[in-house]
């Protein structure tokens, strides 16, 4: 049977990305109640299955999450929003016997602002990765 990669290393990948170049701020998979201020958190959206003739490929949807006070201007969630996206040009590493194909930014999907005046941006991006018998003809 093809093994397809892991949900949970695909994760692990992006988190490591954004924990490596992102210092100064908690990277998280799930966000607990009560959490400080900045952080982010990192959600797999899905999985599809590309049509190729010489590989196996599936195109993974992410968004990446990033909460900031917003009760002084817009300045702190796009401050973030910055070093998300600039943290995601480096490439995600997958375990051994997949690759990474094309990982590309989906732009922001929203940013978003609560009662409490937390802002809350929404980046998605899409990562294919290949596996199994790849060859070129």
């Known amino acids: 049977m093809l ?14 990305v954004l924990k490596k170049n992102i210092k100064d701020i908690q990277i998280l998979d799930h966000v607990p109640k009560n959490q400080k201020l900045p952080f982010v958190s990192v959600e797999l959206i899905g999985v599809e299955p590309i049509p190729s003739k010489t590989m196996w490929k599936d ?26 996206r600039e943290a995601m040009t480096v490439e995600v590493q997958l375990p051994d016997g997949f690759e990474l194909l094309i990982q590309k930014p989906e732009g922001a999907q929203r940013i978003l602002e ?5 802002r809350h941006a929404v980046l998605g991006y899409s990562l294919t990765v290949t596996y199994g018998f790849k060859f070129k003809i």
């Open 59 to 84: 195109k993974y949807q992410i968004y990446i999450h990033g909460w900031a006070d917003g009760s002084k201007g817009s300045l702190p969630i796009f401050d973030l929003a910055d070093k998300i």
């Open 114 to 118: 609560d009662e409490s005046k937390t």
């Open 3 to 16: 093994e397809q990669l892991s949900l949970s290393d695909l994760l692990v990948g992006v988190i490591d």
